[in-house]
Every structure is written in structure tokens, then in C-alpha cells.
């Protein structure tokens, strides 16, 4: 069974940094596009950034570009995501998303996994 299982959320001050890890675990042939989703109190899951297995890179909003910055270890199967000068509006449970590759009966299948999500608090 496929779990991506996130790690490194906590409360931090205005102005300070974190570094969210996401590792899969399991039995699976590949994982392609690996990304962090963020959903604030009252507001829908958002797209934060994407990496591709090569490394291509790309940020959802302008407001998190400059400050977060996504990098994955393929053979660790991992992902991260560096925040800093982070801001009280960064405040959410940070979602880990993986899009993974499982061989069944001969075939190749892609399935969306996402983890159980952890809890990011900035304060003012």
C-alpha cells in the first residue's frame, strides 16, 4: 500500500522559516509529479508548488514565489518544501500530493495519492 507521510510543520513567527518532508512509501513502479497543496480555515485546498521527476519546477502563486522553494530526492522518494519569511497568511494544513506510477498485472497505472496533511501556524 502507497502513504506519502508528511513531516515538519509547526508554529513559527512572522518572519521565520520552516521545512515541510513528504516521503512515499509502499509498492510502486515511479512517482512523476510530486506538489505541496495548502488549505487555510474556511478556504479551499490550494495548489502551492510542483516538481516534476526532472526537477522542472513551478509556483502556483506569485505571493509564495521568492519565498518557498520546492526540491525533491528521487531515491529517497521525498519531496520538500523550504518556507521562509513566512507570514501569518501562510497559515494552513500543508498537503502533500503525489502522482505515482503502480505496476498491476503487467500494466502501468497512475493513481493521485495525498498524505493526511500538517498543520503550518504563523504568528504575528
Known amino acids: 500500500q502507497v502513504q506519502l507521510v508528511e513531516s515538519g510543520g509547526g508554529l513559527v513567527q512572522a518572519g521565520g522559516s520552516l521545512r515541510l518532508s513528504c516521503a512515499a512509501s509502499g509498492s510502486f513502479f515511479n512517482i512523476n509529479t510530486m506538489a505541496w497543496y495548502r488549505q487555510a480555515p474556511g478556504k479551499q485546498r490550494e495548489l502551492v508548488a510542483s516538481?516534476?521527476?526532472?526537477?522542472?519546477?513551478?509556483y502556483a502563486d506569485s505571493s509564495v514565489k521568492g519565498r518557498f522553494t520546492i526540491s525533491r530526492d528521487n531515491a529517497k522518494n521525498a519531496v520538500y518544501l523550504q518556507m521562509t519569511s513566512l507570514e501569518p497568511e501562510d497559515t494552513a494544513v500543508y498537503y502533500c500530493?503525489?502522482?505515482?506510477?503502480?505496476?498491476?498485472?503487467?500494466?502501468?497505472?497512475?493513481?493521485?495519492?495525498w498524505g493526511s496533511g500538517t498543520q503550518v501556524t504563523v504568528s504575528s
Open positions: 500530493h503525489a502522482e505515482i506510477v503502480v505496476r498491476s498485472q503487467g500494466q502501468l497505472f497512475t493513481y493521485s495519492y
Open positions: 516538481i516534476t521527476s526532472g526537477g522542472g519546477t513551478k
